[in-house]
């Protein structure tokens, strides 16, 4: 596997397995000067990290996060970031039986097909486990954020789970942090709760849509053509675990309205050009225009579940495979601080890549 790095100035390369020793990341192109310990990172980690709840896998695993290099009396140095995690819950055990069948939904029989072998305990590579690795870069990326453009917030948080959608009339962001599914909907909590917990029972699982707001982005970030803000924001969703569908502003909704409802108007405030609605999602022609950024983003079911699917094994032969191990019964759950770190991670690199082409030059109005 060759591609596994992301980013062009603040660049991110992850690495390890789901059931090897540790995995981790290198973050590059780092400012120097910026504060970052342990205590930085781990809390991102920590909203992420598995068995904190009966409603995600009960793997239990600290997600401690070690810093090996690029930090120097608690200040980066400019250098390479080495950031590790240890494995430390394993149980390859369960998926013996994996080792010959490949399951359905996963990545087993394309992994296969491209490498011709492939590590079963977990998926390897391909296991939601390899985000931890991006939370972790995510951490420094927000303290970079911190320091160089403290306006902006990321704030992740679930919209949909299966056949339930959140009451906007009901949204506050300060809810997120009270519950564990990240939801915006205090009241929704316990129908959620039920819902998940039948699913659950019934030895099944249940996809979600994830909503990322980007508060406080200046205007200016992208470029044309291939430099969009939006075309990376949308690679980097798209590249998280089983995500399947990404979409910004109104997104697939914008093909039924038409252009005198989906146009943003614009006026001329007391400190500058203000838009009267925001369609676009806060990003036109790849460039951010100062506005809330808003993305989704739908995950499909666990593809891990305990009722029997059909599938065949490397001899061809049809066989019925039950997924054993600790799974979540919505990943969608956990991809809310994953999809934080993502986001962060783009908007700090657009950033740097702005300040390099332009010094943060701006086009002047009125």
Not at 112 to 120: A, C, E, F, I
Not at 184 to 205: C, F, G, H, M, N
Not at 295 to 303: D, G, I, Q, Y
Request: with cysteine; proline share 5%.
């Amino acid at each position: 596997m060759s591609v596994n790095s992301f980013g062009r100035i603040f660049t991110v390369t992850t690495w390890g397995e789901s059931h090897g020793l540790a995995l981790g990341a290198t973050v590059d192109g780092c400012p120097p000067g910026i504060s970052l310990d342990k205590a930085a990172i781990q809390p991102f980690l920590d909203r992420r990290r598995p068995g904190q709840s009966k409603m995600t896998t009960q793997r239990q695993e600290p997600d401690s996060v070690r810093i090996l290099s690029g930090v120097f009396e608690g200040r980066t140095t400019g250098t390479p970031i080495q950031l590790t995690i240890e494995n430390t819950d394993q149980r390859s055990r369960d998926y013996g039986e994996i080792a010959q069948a490949f399951r359905p939904g996963h990545a087993d029989i394309t992994y296969h097909l491209k490498y011709g072998h492939r590590d079963y305990r977990g998926g390897g590579r391909s296991s939601a486990r390899e985000t931890a690795a991006r939370v972790a870069a995510g951490g420094v990326a927000h303290a970079v954020l911190g320091q160089l453009a403290q306006q902006v917030v990321i704030t992740g948080y679930m919209v949909q789970m299966g056949e339930l959608e959140i009451d906007r009339a009901r949204f506050d962001l300060e809810e997120i942090t009270r519950n564990d599914f990240f939801l915006p909907d205090a009241a929704a909590v316990p129908e959620w709760t039920d819902y998940l917990s039948r699913i659950r029972k019934d030895q099944d699982s249940v996809g979600a849509v994830v909503e990322v707001l980007i508060q406080g982005c200046p205007p200016g970030l992208g470029a044309p053509v291939y430099g969009k803000l939006d075309t990376d924001l949308a690679a980097a969703m798209m590249s998280i675990n089983a995500v399947k569908a990404v979409e910004i502003g109104e997104g697939m909704a914008a093909a039924r309205l038409r252009g005198t409802e989906n146009a943003d108007e614009i006026r001329m405030g007391p400190n500058g050009p203000e838009f009267l609605s925001n369609h676009a999602g806060g990003i036109l022609g790849g460039i951010s225009t100062g506005q809330d950024i808003v993305l989704r983003f739908a995950v499909k079911p666990t593809s891990s579940i305990l009722t029997p699917r059909r599938t065949i094994n490397r001899a061809g032969e049809e066989v019925d495979l039950v997924t054993k191990g600790r799974h979540d019964p919505c990943v969608g759950i956990r991809a809310v601080p994953v999809a934080e770190a993502m986001a962060a991670c783009v908007i700090l690199d657009h950033l740097l890549l702005d300040r390099a082409q332009t010094g943060g030059r701006r086009g002047v109005i009125g």
